[in-house]
């Protein structure tokens, strides 16, 4: 570590001083910011506009009006804005910010709510111009310029369709279970006044920047940090020698360095070699850009079938295997079933990597306490995992590091593995200083984990009615470098390669394999749109065979309660929600066919819960205050799960409201580690299902107990009765304790080629508030649409580096593209599970790639056995 000079007050001013005009008030600014938006929120503290993606102004989180014209700020050098008017939320009239704050909020316009901001000022502009007359086709094209990973965007123009016609909202939030109230915060969120980590200022704050690998499998032979040390407004720069603990991280086995050392060897595109504090988050960067890090670099291991041959160098640093993990299991005998059956499939499947695309990039402030612990505020999805790992890391205790969760700006499952937490505690601690670090989308999209691309190889095997009478798997999936849940996740689509179908024969095989390639880990669906993808497609196949249709062959195969299901477990009663959403959803796939389209099928299941064996332990406090906040609350509930747009605190708010009898405006939501409430990530779909049980019972104590003033009522919710996959001691293992369902119809018009329209019909055992479980639907089809069709995350095979490198190269698609999504809800209750809960989160995007595979098939003749089956090109993905 070096600790040069103590920081400034403030940068020094730059000679030639900006002036404009922000929100009714004349302003100067220095003229070295890069940007407009730098401008606004380093320097004027205005922190509506967003960070998404700064400089290159393809998530529109920062849009802004200058003139009365909407423009991305981050665009706009600040020698452009000289003189002019510029507005930001902020500015705009308490009466119209209302509207919005409401029509959002009523209409379930938003989730996690990081880019909303911008769209709000987007469609400001536009009702400006047209007022009534604005046109939600219209609207949606002038979307082109924003991006939203969340909603799907239905919801959105809802609200901005309610706007513009003057429709009058009353948003409220709903104190009972089953009530579709406004999501917790959502007026807040709506206009940018409730921060996420990158909008907190400390007295005295500095800002890290990271230097990363130049090499995917290199030595590091030495790292150089002078030219850095010297470079303007530096504090302090720091190598993994400095670290004082552990240095290996990690969510289930700890191979992830937090920084390579002089001696080690980098893995992958996203190690850290150096972090570097400075007074400003400009200089920071210039200065990380400044560290000489010599190399001896060595041929990246970049093929994960080669990496699987007995004379592969060993990727990753530390490890002595490039197999991850196997996860496999057998039933009856596959190769008699296959040989009997009159019809059989032989196809090899292949899914690709994704990129999560959360508009928030990831960001951590650490701020040392007078008595000699560190506070972290973190964005993360398992806040007492970072805890963990931080005071392993430092050292010390875990009663020397608290973490609070700050809400964040999307993940599904991105934001599981830490990203900057680390490196940010470890400076804030040696500086004793206030230290935040935000990593630039081009960072993000090097370091935090992907969605594995698998390779999928299916026999199947069928009689003459279409009843299936065999399956063989083997799968191959690229994990990347480090651990992170890459083994979790190809159990999970072991587990589920079978689909809600039963089968009396089956065998599985699927491996994960260690490369040098991007970390693959959680992400929404976990292995089972992999899984399913294939499974679906052989499906369709078969019926093809038989002469049946897709609907048919699935009424006939899938699974009801007290059968065995995939790797030898009976089904409970929640099963029935497969045949429910097959039921429901049959009037829709008759008319379409009626009407001439070309349509697919496709049905799915996802397990909610961790499974496999684990002991999943979730507590919850209920505690009333002495005196209420500010905003007249005085109920605390606490529990142990992220809330990152999928409405978690809004779960718990409802529930506590409905067990006290109290008003939820009552109620303040806090996850933080000052109680041991936590068990693991935010993950598989459990947030809803625990955080509702623990809950639950907390509140139930808290009645019990007279609803007495300063006192912590504790509940818990507990998990235990689940087996390991492939565990020998159980043949008919209970691998999961809940699934949710789902039927997904896709329907093309024949003369364009392009879906219409997705109808989409899911069980969620309970929906706790059904607006928001359909927007958690409507976003998921948005993000299945895209898997299926456009999006990829390739790397290059020559050096293991991702060469998508922008927002816009990974082929989301826009508020145009996106057809309409007509959502249904099915509720079959889920034995032993609270209120019947089964989740919606991971299985939403199960079905829809498989069904829009089989209605390509159906428009043009041609099976789709890789993905994304329709790829576009950069200039494609934001017109």
């Known amino acids: 570590m070096t600790d040069l000079a103590a920081p400034s007050a403030a940068p020094t001013p730059a000679s030639s001083p900006v002036s404009f005009v922000v929100n009714g008030t004349p302003v100067s600014v220095r003229s070295d910011h890069p940007h407009l938006l730098s401008a606004l929120r380093d320097e004027l503290d205005i922190t509506s506009p967003k960070d998404g993606c700064s400089p290159s102004g393809q998530c529109g989180c920062c849009t802004v009006m200058i003139d009365g014209k909407a423009v991305v700020s981050c665009q706009q050098p600040l020698a452009k804005v000289a003189g002019k008017s510029v507005v930001t939320l902020e500015g705009v009239a308490d009466e119209e910010r209302k509207r919005f704050a409401d029509a959002f909020a009523a209409c379930g ?150 920084m390579i050392p002089v001696g080690g060897r980098t893995s992958y595109a996203g190690d850290v070699l150096a972090v570097v504090v400075a007074d400003t988050r400009e200089h920071a960067r210039a200065a990380a850009a400044l560290i000489d890090v010599s190399y001896n670099a060595l041929a990246p291991v970049t093929d994960p079938l080669a990496a699987l041959l007995p004379d592969a160098p060993v990727a990753v640093w530390g490890t002595s295997s490039n197999v991850l993990s196997t996860s496999e299991y057998q039933r009856g005998d596959v190769d008699v079933a296959l040989a009997a059956s009159a019809h059989t499939v032989h196809e090899v499947f292949t899914t690709q990597r994704i990129e999560h695309a959360f508009l928030e990039p990831e960001s951590t402030l650490a701020v040392p306490q007078a008595d000699g612990t560190l506070h972290v505020y973190s964005g993360g999805q398992g806040v007492w995992d970072d805890r963990d790992d931080i005071a392993r890391m430092l050292g010390v205790g875990n009663d020397k590091v608290v973490v609070t969760l700050v809400s964040n700006g999307g993940a599904f499952g991105g934001k599981e593995d830490m990203c900057n937490q680390a490196h940010t505690a470890l400076a804030a601690w040696w500086l004793k200083a206030p230290v935040k670090c935000t990593v630039s989308r081009e960072e993000s999209l090097r370091m935090h984990a992907k969605r594995h691309p698998i390779q999928l190889e299916y026999w199947a095997g069928c009689d003459a009615d279409g009843y299936l009478t065999g399956l063989r798997v083997h799968a191959v999936g690229d994990s990347g470098a480090y651990a992170s849940v890459g083994m979790k996740v190809l159990e999970r689509a072991a587990g589920h390669a079978s689909g809600p179908y039963r089968l009396p024969a089956i065998d599985v095989t699927a491996v994960a394999v260690r490369t040098n390639n991007p970390v693959c880990g959680a992400f929404r669906g976990f292995g089972a749109n992999q899984a399913q993808f294939a499974m679906e ?343």
């Open 109 to 258: 316009g938003l989730q996690c709510g990081f880019c909303i901001p911008g769209i709000v000022m987007r469609a400001k502009a536009q009702i400006d111009k047209k007022g009534a007359d604005l046109k939600r086709a219209d609207m949606a094209r002038h979307l082109g310029a924003h991006l939203c990973r969340c909603t799907g965007y239905v919801k959105v123009l809802d609200a901005i369709e309610g706007v513009a016609q003057g429709t009058t909202f009353e948003p409220a939030l709903s104190g009972s279970v089953g009530g579709a109230g406004a999501k917790y915060e959502a007026g807040e969120l709506t206009l940018g006044d409730r921060g996420y980590v990158d909008d907190m200022r400390m007295p005295g704050m500095l800002h890290a920047a990271l230097h990363l690998a130049d090499h995917t499998r290199a030595e590091v032979l030495g790292i150089d940090t002078r030219a850095a040390e010297e470079a303007v407004g530096v504090r302090a720069v720091f190598t993994a020698a400095d670290i004082p603990g552990e240095l290996m991280v990690g969510i289930i086995y700890k191979d992830w360095p937090v």
């Open 537 to 879: 497609g052989v499906l369709d196949r078969l019926a093809e065979q038989v002469g049946i249709s897709g609907w048919e062959i699935r009424k006939r195969n899938v699974i009801h309660p007290g059968e065995v299901w995939g790797p030898g477990q009976v089904m409970d009663d929640g099963c029935a929600g497969a045949e429910a959403c097959l039921d429901a959803i049959r009037p829709r796939y008759d008319q379409a066919r009626a009407q001439g389209k070309a349509i697919g099928l496709g049905l799915g299941l996802k397990n909610s819960g961790l499974g496999n064996g684990f002991r999943e332990l979730c507590r919850a406090v209920v505690h009333f205050r002495t005196t209420p906040d500010a905003h007249g609350r005085d109920i605390e509930v606490r529990h142990g799960f992220t809330e990152m747009g999928q409405g978690v605190h809004t779960v718990a708010v409802q529930v506590a409201a409905e067990e006290l009898g109290v008003d939820p405006n009552r109620i303040e939501v806090i996850v933080d580690t000052t109680r041991e409430l936590g068990f693991g990530q935010t993950t598989g779909s459990r947030g809803t299902l625990m955080a509702a049980g623990s809950v639950q019972k907390a509140a139930l104590a808290a009645v019990a107990g007279g609803c007495a003033i300063g006192i912590d009522f504790e509940g818990e919710h507990l998990v235990d009765w689940t087996h390991k996959i492939g565990d020998p001691d159980h043949p008919q293992p209970l691998i999961h304790a809940a699934f949710g369902y789902a039927a997904q119809l896709a329907i093309i018009d024949r003369e364009s080629g392009l879906v219409e329209r997705v109808v989409a019909v899911h069980d969620v055992g309970r929906a706790i508030n059904p607006l928001l479980c359909e927007g958690q639907i409507e976003g998921s089809v948005h993000m299945g649409l895209g898997y299926a069709l456009t999006e990829q995350f390739p790397h290059d095979p020559e050096t293991g580096f991702p060469t998508n490198t922008t927002l816009r190269s990974l082929g989301i698609l826009r508020a145009k593209d996106v057809p309409a999504i007509e959502v249904q809800l099915v509720e079959v209750p889920q034995p032993r599970s609270p209120y019947g809960i089964k989740g919606v989160g991971e299985i939403g995007l199960v079905p829809t790639a498989p069904a829009v595979a089989a209605a390509l098939r159906e428009y043009d003749g041609q099976w789709r056995n890789t993905l994304p089956m329709r790829p576009k090109g950069a200039s494609d993905s934001d017109e």
